[in-house]
């Protein structure tokens, strides 16, 4: 969540923010369900150098070349290690974070193996994104008619239908026109026995396309829609929770002083417990090529299959076109 916020306001949008803040009268309370208050203030008597954020019994203070710190205004009571709080877990982890992002601190590094299998399951998270949506494109290539498709369908399987509508092939309109039209000038039109005769040759191509949709769809697309909301789903939140205990073991670590060693022992443990497991998950993922491979094999097996077959209706059309 930290790191979309980051994104979503870039450094200089957040200094911004922090340097408006100074003309805020009154307070802002926000209370998650669960939490306790976490208070933003700032007014007229607050200093132009820097800004307060105010969390249960400390405030969270940034002045001009310091580090963002924490500074309690009472005693409280040291907390046990594995026994945080919503509201004091949250704290710890934007200071730490604001420290990297604004004021440059430098927090602890992953190995370079580490860095390299989370570069590779982000390029192959865009690839899965891109890949689906081309593979869809490719079959259905008519956007308007794709839309409407998918609309139809939807409400199909709200109202408890069978199968929805198929997807409108240009072979079968081209085929239809033909029918259509070859009827219309009659059995005793040369031309239009032609048409009559061209035109269910095309509806049987249009047939073998919807069929090679059908293949692609359960060899390629389904395996690999299955593989991005099941693996890299579980690997993305173990990466996001893997962080968000860095964070919180740089934070007491650069607080050894006030931090129990235990707890920051304690701390490092959960780090070292998340980057192995996100670590495993990641190699068993990238070492799955094979499987990759077979679905990419199976989705050329399956062009190759609508052409052969498309091949032989045309072959055929083609000899009795020249027989008449």
Known sequence: ?????VEAFPCCCLMQFFAGMQNVSQHRWFQPEGAERLRVSAGNGASQAGWSLQIDRGVCVRSAGEDVRLRDEEAAPQSQPGLHRPLTSLPRLFLQLLNERL??????????????????????????????????EFLQPHPGARAKLSVLNTMSRIRGHGGGAGYPQTESMLGDCMS????????????????????????????????LGVDIKRTFIDPLEQLQNTELKEIRFQLKKLNGRRLDFDYKRRRRGKVPAEEVQWAWDKFL???????RSMFVLLQSD???????????????????????ILLGLHGNLQAR
């Open 273 to 279: 417990l998340s980057k192995e497991l996100a670590e």
């Open 103 to 136: 004021m440059g601190a430098e927090g602890t590094k992953m190995d370079d193996d580490f860095l390299k299998m989370e570069k590779s399951v982000e390029v192959l998270q865009a690839l899965l994104v891109e890949l689906l949506s081309r593979t869809t």
């Open 1 to 5: 969540m930290l790191d979309s916020v």
């Open 180 to 211: 259509h039209y070859g009827r219309e000038l009659g059995p005793a039109s040369e031309f239009g026995g032609a048409l009559t005769e061209a035109g269910g040759a095309l509806q049987e191509v249009a047939q073998a396309r919807d069929a």
């Open 290 to 312: 094979v499987d990759q491979l077979s679905r990419l094999a199976a989705l050329v097996a399956a062009q190759l299959d609508f052409h052969r077959n498309a091949h032989r």
